[in-house]
Nanobody, 123 residues
């Protein structure tokens, strides 16, 4: 059983930056691909970014490509999401997720989820 705890959310002005962290415990972290998803009010949860167990493969949604960077430190059992040039439309609850196996952009493929951290971008 893998437990995930996100942190680093908050309120930021448009154009600003935030770095989200997701600490994992209870499993073999470096056997899991990790993903970040987000859910805005009234909308479905959507894919943001994913990273392979080794960190060698990353994929991003088009809406964040070039602005967000996903990374991981397997020595710390932590995955990060660096978010730059934030826009009001990035406002959402951000969730990290883990799956045993390769990366996936589909949320149904993920086995474990954190509780989420709120990101609010003001205009």
């Amino acid at each position: 059983q893998v437990q995930l705890v996100e942190s680093g959310g908050g309120l930021v002005q448009a154009g600003g930056s935030l770095r989200l962290s997701c600490a994992a415990s209870g499993g073999i972290f470096n056997e899991h691909a990790m993903g970040w998803f987000r859910q805005a009010p009234g909308k479905e949860r959507e894919f943001v970014a994913t990273i392979s167990w080794s960190g060698g493969k990353t994929y991003y949604d088009d809406s964040v490509e070039g602005r967000f960077t996903i990374s991981r430190d397997n020595t710390k059992n932590t995955v990060y999401l660096q978010m730059n040039s934030l826009k009001p439309e990035d406002t959402a609850v951000y969730y990290c997720a883990a799956r045993f196996g390769p990366t996936s952009t589909s949320l149904v493929k993920y086995d474990y989820w954190g509780q989420g951290t709120q990101v609010t971008v003001s205009s």
